[in-house]
């Protein structure tokens, strides 16, 4: 399979991979709050690709050199810690639909980003196909409230819960340029994306809980594993995003461009359609299937480079 395929290929793999991940952690979070749900996740996928690396790869630990693992390191904290703190916690404020709408400006973080780092520029075929994408995500999501599951609420919350999941986008967006700067950093060679993955998240894992020890939340987390069904649907999203997903998205970091890979990873709004219509039997407007054929014109284009 030609490089860019397999990169752009694994990159919509991570968005329904992503899809089905939010809904896990909105339910989680509803059940034990964003930080707890943020703490225990990114432990448990630690352990998944922890025996993962040892099985596929015959050894615990990234063989990385130690540039590696400070810029995919790096990338854990920005996306991991940082971003994805900021995505849990407007998962639970604003939930899923509205949170994914600030989301959507993260292929033009990781564009900026990966074009000032690595000095990578995309065609302009390339940037028609991720405007019509972003358009038609931004049109699904920019529904009304009475076209969703999603329950209205006030200004105040809905402004708090957007800057937090502008938070998450700049945090995707960045942190996938660093990851892909730590990926190539050895002339000629790729990382395996396994390794890269385990590293993001060994120090987005240390930066989460360093994070809750410094801020004294550890009564929090002790009373959330009390909540059995809260833990249930944090594990589920654990296995699905952070170690199938991440992993996922770093082979499509890996072989291809980082605006087209984020733009790819950026259609949970458009799959999460037929999603929500099977859990919750909610019919998708007119509206929502008109964004999402233009998403997919996007897609197809993004796809012919």
């Not at 969703?148 to 200004?155: D, L, Q």
């Not at 385990?198 to 809980?209: E, N, P, S, Y």
């Not at 072989?255 to 790819?264: P, R, V």
Request: charged share 10%.
């Amino acid at each position: 399979m030609d490089s860019n395929l397999l990169g752009q290929t694994a990159a919509l793999i991570t968005s329904c991979l992503w899809t089905f991940n939010s809904i896990f952690f909105t339910e989680a979070g509803r059940r034990i709050g964003s930080i707890s749900v943020n703490a225990y996740r990114i432990i448990m996928a630690v352990g998944f690709l922890c025996v993962a690396h040892t099985a596929l790869l015959g050894n615990l630990l990234p063989a990385a050199s130690s540039e590696q693992w400070l810029w995919i390191g790096v990338s854990g904290i920005i996306g991991l810690g940082i971003g994805d703190f900021g995505l849990f916690a407007a998962f639970v404020i604003i939930g899923p639909r509205r949170s994914v709408l600030m989301m959507a400006l993260s292929p033009i973080f990781a564009s900026i980003a990966a074009f000032l780092m690595l000095g990578e520029t995309i065609s302009l075929l390339g940037i028609v196909g991720i405007s019509i994408t972003l358009t038609g995500v931004v049109w699904v999501i920019l529904e009304k409230e009475q076209h969703t599951i999603e329950n209205p609420i006030s200004k105040k919350l809905e402004t708090w819960g957007v800057f937090l999941a502008l938070i998450g986008a700049i945090g995707q967006g960045t942190g996938l340029a660093f990851a892909k700067r730590g990926i190539y950093h050895e002339i000629g060679t790729i990382l395996n994306p396994i390794s890269a993955a385990l590293i993001r998240m060994l120090f987005g894992a240390l930066f989460v809980w360093i994070s809750i020890l410094i801020a004294g939340r550890i009564g929090e987390l002790c009373r959330a594993l009390g909540n059995k069904e809260g833990i249930k649907y944090t594990a589920a999203g654990a296995f699905i995003g952070p170690f199938m997903g991440v992993t996922f998205s770093m082979v499509a970091v890996a072989y291809t461009q980082a605006g087209i890979a984020q733009t790819l990873m950026s259609l949970m709004p458009v799959f999460i359609i037929p999603l929500v219509w099977v859990l919750y039997r909610q019919r998708t407007s007119l509206r929502g299937m008109l964004g999402a054929v233009i998403a997919v014109i996007g897609v197809a284009i993004l796809f012919l480079i």
